[in-house]
């Protein structure tokens, strides 16, 4: 029998908000433990939350560029349930009213498909519960509060992925957006984007859904695409076993590459929500929602076709390129300023991406400027300097600041196109190297490499390659 998954994803994104959803406390990550609260994120007795309008603000903007429809009017619910870093003893979330509905997301995976979004809504994040690290850890868990109360969007897919594959890919395409419209860092590692898998199977045709579980709390996308087959295999195995599935919250272990049980899941109506009495209704207007469309920009797959059909860029260089908005609107300066659009693309993605990681910082940071780095395009489009010379330049700029024309008047690098400097030049060396002219002429043609590397190595690397290249052949084809 042949099997189908069913796969559906639930994503938690912290808002890039300074505050708290409900209070004024440091969203910062990273401060010692429990330094990071107040009597609201704490749920003190007594403590009233305000709504962050930020927060809403960045739901919204989430909400627009994925294609939902932004609710009027949603509604903040008390969710109930015990959890030792849950300090009220409930979430603030939302539930039958929430923030938005619908929308979509394009993915490539499967042939190319749009997998659906059931709801965004918002909600505060518990605290941390840390079981390591303490003398008494066998023992003890240990509660750190300072994550309690950062504000959250969870987006709910629709479960209309059918492989890991293409979960993997929705999660990572999500994240892109996301960070691309500055409302999350899509930092996974931090936990301020996390992932929860649904995922069922069922025989091949049949319409009704088999019984799914939940695996928690995926920080990557190899994982999420891991742990999916995983799970996928384990419930083929257990159905063709004559067992049945059972419906359950599982974890995943990357160590052992299993996921294992961590309890029965429980239905929505075992957390007993209620509307949450302290807060008003969200009251969305169209003012609002056309304040904030007005701040989103080109996303990046529409800035990925474009700069494929507009810049002439492979889909890869597009690709890497629009990893960010600053990376995507760097390059554009670039391409418009040296007017050499595959050269910029080159010089961006290789030696200052490269630069950047090994040195660290963001492309906001950069020393480099668009127009400077421009400006070293040029000097090696117009010959004055040689590809090779030119990444020893590009290294001095991004070091000191100086621009590529004044580095290379300042230290003699300017390219050596004098033809009867160069002549002179190949003749020393095939007179240094009779043994290669004669292996040439006999038709090893592989030593022409070896006596072109000779002349530019004479030269410092400062000879015109391609002039290089024409007088070696040609000193080489004399009889």
């Given amino acids: 029998m042949t099997f189908e998954p069913v796969i559906g994803l639930e994503i938690h994104a912290q808002l890039a908000t300074r505050t708290k959803i409900f209070c004024g406390c440091s969203t910062a990550f990273g401060a010692p433990p429990n330094t990071q609260v107040c009597v609201v994120c704490l749920g003190l007795p007594g403590a009233l939350p305000v709504l962050n ?113 293409e979960a993997a890919e929705f999660f990572s395409r999500l994240r892109d957006i996301l960070v691309w419209l500055g409302v999350n860092d899509g930092n996974m590692e931090e936990g301020s984007l996390r992932c929860d898998a649904n995922v069922s199977v069922r025989p091949a045709g049949q319409q009704a859904f088999g019984t799914k579980a939940e695996v928690k709390n995926v920080n990557s996308f190899r994982y999420v695409q891991k742990a999916l087959e ?68 080109e996303l990046p797959e529409a800035r990925r076709r474009r700069f494929v059909a507009a810049y002439g860029l492979p889909e890869y260089d597009a690709g890497v390129l629009t990893q960010s908005a600053a990376l995507a609107d760097y390059f554009e300066q670039v391409a418009g300023a040296a007017g050499n659009p595959k050269a910029a693309s080159n010089w961006v993605m290789g030696e200052l991406l490269r630069t950047m990681n090994e040195r660290g910082g963001s492309i906001e940071s950069v020393p480099l400027r668009p127009a400077a780095l421009a400006g070293l395009i040029g000097l090696v489009d117009k010959g004055t300097i040689s590809g090779s010379i030119a990444k020893d330049v590009f290294a001095r700029m991004y070091e000191s600041g100086r621009a590529a024309d004044e580095i290379v008047a300042a230290e003699g690098l300017a390219q050596i196109g004098d033809e009867s400097a160069l002549t002179a030049l190949v003749q020393e060396v095939l007179s240094r190297h009779a043994d290669a002219v004669t292996q040439y002429r006999a038709g090893k043609t592989a030593t022409f490499g070896f006596l072109v590397g000779q002349v530019m190595k004479g030269s410092g690397g400062k000879g015109n390659p391609k002039l290089v290249n024409q007088l070696v052949k040609r000193e080489l084809d004399r009889s």
């Fill in 230 to 297: 995983y799970e996928i295999e384990r419930q083929i195995e257990v159905i063709a076993g004559g067992g049945r599935v059972i419906q359950e919250t599982r974890l995943w272990d990357s160590a052992t590459g299993r996921t294992f049980s961590m309890r029965s899941k429980e239905e929505a109506h075992d957390y007993r929500y209620f509307p949450e009495p302290d807060l008003p209704p969200v009251v969305v207007d169209e003012a609002r929602i056309t304040a904030v469309r007005s701040t989103i920009t």
């Fill in 53 to 165: 309008g930020r927060a809403v603000d960045y739901a919204i903007k989430a909400a627009l560029a994925l294609g939902c429809e932004v609710q009027p009017l949603s509604i903040f619910a008390r969710k109930n349930y015990f959890y030792p870093d849950l300090p009220k003893g409930y979430q603030i979330s939302q539930y039958e009213r929430p923030l938005a509905l619908g929308g979509g997301l394009d993915i490539v995976a499967g042939g190319g498909k749009r997998i659906g979004l059931t709801r965004i809504h918002m909600e505060e994040d518990a605290g941390k519960s840390l079981h390591e690290g303490f003398p008494d850890s066998d023992r003890r868990t240990y509660v750190d509060f300072n994550r309690s109360g950062v504000p959250l969007i969870e987006i709910v897919s629709d479960p209309d992925m059918r492989s890991a594959a």
